[in-house]
């Protein structure tokens, strides 16, 4: 009897012992699945910082390169704007220009102008036989022809003899002179000169609008 007690007793310590054992086993097998568990969060919660900071970055550098973008066009588009107002307003000096010259006409001394006008054509041409082409409007004004013709000879040493004829060259003013074989010609209407002249007429125009 005593036996089976004692037999009872090694058999309930045995199976403290392996439930004991089970439990210590249990709690470390929970005690590293905790670990684990927290590392894999950990891993995840920098992978999570390291995606959010890439993606932070991304969009602000998008932003940043969308602002130097639209900076860029704005300054583009200012610099379009001041352009496009200079331009209209030499365009007017331009215009005003024409307008001052084409009173002329109506000056007395438009007879003087379109004479010097011719005589310059001329000798650029060298002289000879030479076409001068006038608007219809200018078969009123008094024009030595003779004096022209004998003034371009002196210039250029050649006899000249000048042929005229009246179309409309110039809503302005001035003549447009040809060599009679038709070979070369010299535009001095007042549009001609303003147009050879445009360039340097531009940058003194600027230059007294703009500083």
């Known amino acids: 009897m005593k036996s089976r007690i004692i037999g009872e007793e090694k058999l309930n310590e045995f199976v403290k ?15 590293e699945a905790e670990k684990k568990a927290a590392k894999e969060i950990e891993k995840a919660k920098l ?4 995606e959010i900071d890439r993606r932070v970055n991304q969009f602000i550098t998008s932003m940043e390169e969308n602002s130097k973008r639209k900076i860029a066009e704005a300054k583009l588009e200012a610099k379009r704007i001041i352009l496009e107002a200079k331009e209209k307003a030499i365009l007017k ?5 024409k307008d001052k010259l ?3 006409k109506n000056k007395p001394d438009y007879v003087n102008i379109i ?23 200018h078969k009123n004004i008094n024009i030595n022809w003779d004096e022209i013709s ?6 250029t040493k050649r006899s000249t003899k000048l042929t005229i004829q009246y179309r409309n060259v110039s809503e302005i003013g001035g003549a447009i002179v040809r060599t009679s074989d038709g070979k070369f010609s010299f535009d001095n209407t007042f549009e001609g000169r303003i147009e050879r ?3 340097t007429l531009r940058l003194l125009i600027a230059k007294k609008l703009f500083g």
């Open 150 to 155: 004998r003034e371009i000879e002196e210039s």
């Open 102 to 104: 084409r009173e002329l």
């Open 115 to 137: 004479g010097k006008l011719i005589h310059e054509a001329g000798v650029a041409l060298g002289g000879g036989d030479l076409i001068i082409e006038l608007n219809e409007d």
């Open 197 to 199: 002249m445009e360039k």
């Open 47 to 50: 992978r999570a910082e390291e």
């Open 17 to 31: 012992m392996i439930i004991e054992k089970a439990e210590n086993e249990a709690k470390r097998i929970i005690e």
């Open 93 to 97: 000096v331009l215009n005003k220009l």
